[in-house]
Structures are given as structure tokens and as C-alpha cells.
């Protein structure tokens, strides 16, 4: 449901051609919003901007890898000002069946698109951000920053530093009128959600996280993170003694 305060909102949103990126695209799509949207794969970046675009937002869509770092850094920051950024363009992995470890080429894919290209999109929309002061970004994290869990590794480890990463920004740019938003959702129906091995408790669809994730960014709450039991139990994991959190992801089947 549009706001009466998006009238010329301009909003970006990485990885927009799938589960969480796609439903956001269209809970913001409205008459008098901007939107840019990003993803990799051409056909369905194509169909959610004609989709936006049906629902009354201006769309500008482009596809490009976020590992080509140099053609990453070169769209941003020709893109002119931006109100609102959402980074949310992400990859998993995890180990093996039997305990296999990840393969390094994995583990630099996800370190390099969750975080050091999340890094470099808000290292090239920010100094347009500062010299207006004002503007919005939202880090997608994941509830798996508070506390690793043994199968994915470094997933976890991407998403536990892109957290302390817009926690500091947060503190740092707060004064200056740029609000930064950590994002942690729980386990949200996708096809990256598919592949994960373990349980997948309290489950939600693209549209319901896009809604909490909405709610959140227009409280600018530091940390959006949801649902709230699993928030809970996540965050709990953290506090415990690191055995006894161990011990319970184990019991729980998170264990490797
Ligand atoms: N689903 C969950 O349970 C869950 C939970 C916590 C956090 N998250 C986070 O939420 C975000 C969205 O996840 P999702 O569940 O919607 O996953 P998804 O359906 O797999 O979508 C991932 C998105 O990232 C884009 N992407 C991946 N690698 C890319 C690359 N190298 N270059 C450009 N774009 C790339 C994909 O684009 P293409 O399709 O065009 O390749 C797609 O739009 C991720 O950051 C994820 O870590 C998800």
C-alpha cells in the first residue's frame, strides 16, 4: 500500500529479480517512486520492473554481476540521488552431506557478493548521501549473524560482518541524517531458503518479510530482524555460553 510520503522517493534495491529483492520492488512500486532495481538474471529483472511498472513506479532496471566491482562502482554512482538503498543481492553455500567443507571458489563468491559488494554499493551511493545529508541504507544480514551455525559457515561469517558493518555506519552517519538499517530476516520461502539444509521454522513468504522490512525501514529501527520467536532464539544463541549454543543447535538438527 503506497504512503503519501513516497511522492518522488528514489529507491534502489540490489538482487530485485528474486524472493525478498522482487517482493520489495513491488511493495515500494507506486505512481510518483523511482525505482531502480538490480539483478543478474536479464528475463526476470525485466518482468519484476514490468510488474512495478504496471503498478505505477518509474522503473530503470539493470543487470549486472556485483562481483565486476568496477561496473558496480560505475552504475551507482552515476545514478544520481537516492533516498532509499537496499542491499539485499545475496548467495549461500554450506558444507557438504558428510561434513565436506565448502569449496574456496564458494566461500570467495559469498564473501564477495554478501559483503565486499554490499560494502562497495554503500561506499558509492554515500557521498552523494553526505553531501545532502540524508538518505536510508538497508543492509540485508540474515538472524544466522548472531550465532554460526556449523553448516554454513561462511554465510554466516558474510552476514555476522555486513551486521557489525551497518552497526558502526549506523553510529557513525547517524548524526549526519543518513540512517542505516541491518536487516535480519529468518527463513523466507526462496529458492536460496530451498537449498539450505536443516529446519526452517516459522517460515515466511517474499511478501510478509517485505512487509516487516517496509515497517522496520519507516521506523528506522537499527535492527529489522524477524520473526519474532526465532529473533528471539537466534539472539539467545548468542548470549548462552558458546557449548551450551552448540549443544542446542545440534539437539535442534543445525548441528554438522
Ligand atoms: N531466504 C531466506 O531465508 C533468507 C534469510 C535471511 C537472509 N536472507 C537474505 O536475503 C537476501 C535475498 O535472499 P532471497 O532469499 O530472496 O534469495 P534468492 O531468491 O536466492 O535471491 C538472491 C538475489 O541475489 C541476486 N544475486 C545473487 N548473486 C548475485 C551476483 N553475483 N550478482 C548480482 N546479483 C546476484 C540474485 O539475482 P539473480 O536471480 O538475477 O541471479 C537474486 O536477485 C540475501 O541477501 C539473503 O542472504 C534470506
Sequence with gaps: ?????????????????????????????????????????????????ECCRALGATVYARNLDVRDFAALHDWLTGLGPLDLVIVNAGVNSHIGPAGEAEAWAEVEAVL??????????????????????????ALVSSLAAYFGLPVTPSYCASKAGLKAYGEAL?????????????IMPGYVKSPMCAAMPGPKPFLLSPEQAARAIRHGLERNRARISFPFPLNLGTWFLAVLPAPVALRILRWLGYGA
Excluded: F
Design 170 to 182: 549506523r553510529g557513525w552517519l547517524g548524526r549526519e541524517g543518513i540512517r542505516v538499517n541491518v
Design 1 to 49: 500500500m503506497p504512503a503519501p510520503d513516497d511522492e518522488g522517493r528514489r529507491i534502489l534495491i540490489t538482487g530485485a529479480t528474486s524472493a525478498i529483492g522482487s517482493a520489495l520492488a513491488e511493495a515500494y512500486a507506486c505512481p510518483g517512486v523511482t525505482l531502480h532495481l538490480h539483478g543478474r538474471d536479464a528475463g526476470k529483472l525485466g518482468a519484476v520492473a
Design 112 to 137: 564477495e557478493v554478501n559483503l565486499k559488494a554490499a560494502m562497495l554499493v554503500t561506499h558509492a551511493v554515500l557521498p552523494a548521501m553526505r553531501a545532502r545529508g540524508s538518505g536510508q541504507i
